[in-house]
């Protein structure tokens, strides 16, 4: 077990510098023109694909950091660029993750490099849990996934929407219920491969914010997969069935295995968007002068950026222990890995509110980026849990009540 420290090694550091610099360099001064064109920019991710940061093998040397806070340290910097760019180069990973979480190793094998491709064909992955009637309660899924027993294949019938990737995803990992009446218990995740007959695009989504990301339902019409598709295996899923209807305790369900995963990264990446608005406001209230002097020196002015720096810094400590706390094999006794998104979340709203108030109407036009930062801040308070979700988790850690 790695011990926890808030000193980065040389290797954490060089990678830190590594990501910041294609985020200074190649996402930011691109952030204007992909939101204001609301579609995927493929251009900037082959890019990514070229230096191998959109790739298989980072997300993976990500993912087994002893210390947990690589992947944290490169979402920060991605949204630092840009909230959209940087979900649509870290979408894929959401994908990954409900392979890895829920799948065998051989599936994880298997699949995970199929999850971003090559640089010379580079692919994209997406993990669908949302419905139209299912956000947050994640355990009324009506997506069915019945077993074919004569064939070994699972048909799959439903309707997924708020998609990351939705519909233009080589790979679709889908939660769906295989036992309605056993709620959240009785789910299970499957993989879609490339050009499966039966999936579709739905609606694609015009959004506030991080508008280069692509969003959009899901239509699963019939759609078969193969019975070693299943993530995890059958058997493995019939014994969790099996202890369900006997009232006994089964491991975390399909979708909420991978949210526990994710839920500091998304808060990283709330995190970034939080510092480039602090840090743009900061040089403008150095910069800007009334009444004969920088607007920084008016108590007004300094204590908001006092505070902003405060948030920020909090927020990053809750990441960084979730973060470390996960890979470690440190249970979230008191919901931390949800303090954390709900802290950070929270925060890159407040900020980039703060740094539009200590612009003025400079804050308000297109013409700086602090408005679409503010635009991209709020679905952190909403997507993968919202505030008031992840309140709900924490409350009910801490109390060992079942609030409602």
């Known amino acids: 077990m790695a011990e926890f420290s808030l000193d980065l090694n040389e290797d954490q550091l060089q990678i830190q510098k590594w990501v910041h610099d294609f985020a200074e360099t190649v996402i930011r001064p691109a952030g204007h023109e992909w939101d204001e064109r609301e579609e995927t920019p493929w251009p900037i991710i082959e890019e990514a694909a070229k230096i191998g940061l959109y790739s298989f093998d980072f997300i993976s040397q990500a ?52 999850c971003f491709g090559t640089p010379d064909k580079v692919q994209l992955a997406a993990f669908a849990v949302s419905e139209p009637d299912a956000g947050s309660d994640v355990s009324s899924l009506r997506t069915r996934a019945v077993y074919d027993e004569a064939k070994d294949e699972w048909v799959l019938n439903g309707t997924k929407t708020w998609i990351t990737n939705g519909g233009i995803a080589d790979i679709h990992v889908v939660v769906a219920s295989v036992e309605p009446d056993l709620g959240s218990r009785g789910q299970a995740s499957f993989i879609i491969p490339p050009g499966t007959p039966g999936l579709s695009q739905g609606q694609k989504f015009q959004k506030m914010g991080i508008r280069a990301s692509h969003t959009a339902e899901v239509v699963l019409d019939d759609v078969r997969v193969p019975g070693r598709l299943l993530l995890g295996g059958k058997e493995k899923l019939d014994e969790r069935i099996a202890r369900a209807k006997e ?94 998104k709900l802290f950070a979340g929270e925060t890159a709203v407040h900020v980039t509110e703060e740094a539009i108030q200590i612009m003025g109407g400079y804050g308000y036009i297109r013409e700086h980026p602090v408005e679409r930062w503010h635009r991209d801040s709020k679905i952190f308070t909403i997507f993968e849990g919202t505030s008031e979700i992840q309140r709900l988790v924490i409350a009910r850690a801490i109390s060992g009540v079942h609030v409602k």
Do not use: C, H
């Not at 959209?84 to 990973?93: C, E």
């Not at 040089?283 to 007004?300: L, P």
């Not at 908001?304 to 094999?329: C, E, F, P, Q, Y």
């Open 247 to 340: 009232g006994k305790r089964t491991s975390s369900q399909a979708a909420m295995a991978t949210f526990e995963a994710s839920r500091p990264a998304v808060g990283a990446q709330a995190l970034g968007i939080a510092r480039a608005a602090y840090e743009y406001a900061l040089d403008y209230a150095k910069e800007r002068k009334a009444f004969g002097r920088a607007i920084i020196e008016n108590q007004a002015i300094a204590f908001k950026l006092a505070d902003m720096k405060t948030r920020i810094d909090a927020s990053r400590l809750l990441v960084w222990r979730a973060s470390w706390m996960a890979r470690n094999g440190k249970q979230f006794t008191s919901g931390e890995g949800s303090m954390s």
């Open 63 to 114: 993912f087994f950091d002893e210390s947990g806070l690589l992947l944290a340290i490169a979402a920060e910097e991605l949204a630092w660029g840009d909230a959209g760019i940087g979900l649509a180069i870290l979408g894929s990973t959401l994908g990954l993750a409900g392979i890895a979480s829920n799948g065998t190793p051989e599936q994880l094998i298997e699949w995970g490099p199929q």
